[in-house]
Nanobody, 115 residues
């Protein structure tokens, strides 16, 4: 079973940037999609950004124009570049990969944006 290791979270001031990294333990060449969800306290987990096997990238809702998802297939890694961060971006961010009819999650990491 694939494992996901996330890195890059932390504390940043509003307007700042962070880059999240998610590395898979084995090839994700046959994945359906890979990307990031987030969950703020008291809120449901929501999809932030994803990339499909064909390379199509999606960024959702309030992250549009500020977040960018990219991938490196040789490293089985996806990145989430987050710019112009806002306090509402504060949440636990979870990497996922959908592959072989199974969704695997990372352990999550905290992103805190101070005002």
């Amino acid at each position: 079973q694939v494992q996901l290791v996330e890195s890059g979270g932390g504390l940043v001031q509003a307007g700042g940037s962070l880059r999240l990294t998610c590395a898979a333990s084995r090839s994700t060449a046959n994945m359906e999609s890979m990307g990031w969800y987030r969950q703020a306290p008291g809120k449901q987990r929501e999809l932030v950004a994803a990339v499909t096997r064909s390379g199509i990238r999606h960024v959702f809702d309030s992250a549009k124009g500020r977040f960018t998802i990219s991938s490196d297939s040789a490293k089985n890694t996806v990145y989430l570049q987050m710019d112009s961060l806002e306090p509402d971006d504060t949440a636990a961010y979870y990497c996922y990969v959908r592959m072989d009819l199974t969704t695997t999650w990372g352990r999550g990491l905290q992103v805190t944006v101070s005002s």
